[in-house]
């Protein structure tokens, strides 16, 4: 018998609370540097400016959906140490990998196909199972049909993880609170009843100061949502951050950071310790060269914000001015060589290979 068929007083003795009630704690997918996180039957908030690394955050949570590790690799001549390292200390709570469900409605098909394929499928070394990943693009369809499209998707594939991204193209109106609170209780009750986790993605409002979500939309979603996570970019050394900005439980207390290695993939970035303290490396022309060589990969040339997110990434460098200070040795040793091209600054290294195509993290 369904709940809208009882009485009042019935429906309400369901519902009661009472300290010997039997309910069972919060079941998490993940930990993330050992913090649970990601509850099942709940709402996650992600949230950011355009192209803030938001993607990037859904590919690693749908990676380390299924992923195991699988030991050492090279890549381009950069080792990583482990293909979980793309993983930036998220761990899935259970050996069973968990069933994902992504809901795409801004990106256009092969961009979604090349993510799953390319992204997902490098960061864990496996090409992505049919039977554990199942993915819609709803681009092309009316957003009036989206919503029962997704809440179909939810109840015949029974996820433990749904990112659905983004929730915004569901709605006519993101200002409407009726339609607000009407999407975000449907979202609530399927989360319930299925025991999945939703990740709903929502960008901030466009000024640059304002950090809350938009609309009637966003203010519902944050009302609701179990935890909030903030994505950023910092557009001069590309480095990307994730920061847990509300929860109902579990803290996190360190914001994540990465960077984009060769391939375009997540890496962890050191940006909480130094690795040289308060001090630069030692600046002879060996350990500078050094320094710049390893950080170009090969590549003869770099632009300037590409070439500081290396060295600073590759070095634990966290101050500005140790990393000009750097630079400006480079330069001064001949190690480098600055020109500039168009409306941009590029280095190169000298010698009989002048340049290679510049090498561009747009992220």
Known sequence: MEMEELSMIDQL??????????????????????TPCFARGELVAVTGKAKSGKTYLNSILMSAASAASHGNRVVEGMKVESLTDHFLGLTRMSEKPLRVVWIDTEQSEDTTCEILRDRIGSM????????????????????????LMVLSAIAICQPDLVIFDGIRDVVGDINDY????????????????????????????????????????????????????????????????????????????????????????????????????????????????????????????????????????????????????????????GVLIRRAVSDREVYYQPGPKM???TLDFDG
Not at 16 to 27: D, F, Y
Not at 215 to 231: H, I, M, P, R, V
Request: glycine share 8%; hydrophobic share 35%.
């Open 13 to 34: 003795a369901l519902l009661r609370i009472t300290a010997a009630s039997q309910i069972p704690p919060h079941e998490f997918l993940f930990t993330w540097n050992g």
């Open 124 to 147: 864990t070394g496996i090409m992505p199972d049919d039977n554990l990943y199942h993915v819609f693009n709803l681009r092309k369809i009316k957003w009036q049909d989206r919503m």
């Open 178 to 333: 009726t339609e607000a609170q009407n999407t975000i209780g449907q979202l609530l009750r399927v989360a319930s009843e299925y025991h999945t986790c939703i990740v709903c993605v929502l960008h901030q409002n466009k000024a640059v100061e304002d950090k809350t979500l938009r609309g009637a939309l966003g203010t519902e979603l944050q009302n609701k949502s179990f935890e909030t996570y903030e994505c950023s970019k910092d557009q001069d050394t590309r480095i990307f951050t994730i920061r847990q900005t509300a929860t109902r439980k579990y803290d996190m207390p360190n914001k994540i950071q990465f960077c984009l290695d060769v391939n375009g993939l997540p890496v962890g970035c050191a940006a909480v310790e130094e690795k040289f303290g308060e001090e630069a490396p030692k600046s002879g022309q060996q350990d500078v060269g050094e320094i710049f060589r390893t950080a170009m990969m090969g590549h003869g040339e770099m632009r300037a914000g590409v070439l500081k997110a290396q060295v600073m990434m590759r070095n634990g460098l966290r101050s500005d001015s140790i990393y000009g200070g750097l630079l400006g040795s480079a330069l001064q040793q």
């Open 355 to 357: 340049y290679e195509p």
